[in-house]
């Protein structure tokens, strides 16, 4: 499998908020760059994680308004965050352990690298998978 840091390398650039943004407005991003959570970034430093699942479970099901409700009040502060030493086995493990779809690649001095999704981990799988495959049809074949 190829190392994580291929994988941040191959993604365009991490979006983030902070955490006095709207949820209007991390909504926005969410749509317009076609993903399912945003990093919450104050001065820099990743103080926690806007998903999908929280608008749901903590704006649409609290009748909650997202124009007027700022990030810091339903983002996700305990987040879990990988490096750049990491397994993509391990990030799926971790993954399935904590119930997250996403995992912060923090830096040696905790600076935010990228951000995992699990579909990119599944993608990742499965193209390692194709390829063994394909070495063994063809090692049988000759």
Known sequence: MRPLKQLIEAKRSTVSVGPDDTVLTALTLLAQFDIGALL???RGRLVGIFSERDY???IVLKGKASKDTPIREIMSEKVSCVTLDQTV??????MTDKHV???PVLGANQEV??????GDLVKETISEQKFTIEQLVS????
């Open 139 to 142: 090692y049988i074949q000759n």
């Open 113 to 118: 690298i990228g951000v995992l999704s699990i």
């Open 101 to 103: 779809r996403h995992l």
């Open 40 to 42: 919450v970034l104050e």
């Open 56 to 58: 749901a479970r903590k």
């Open 89 to 94: 086995e391990e990030c799926m493990a971790l």
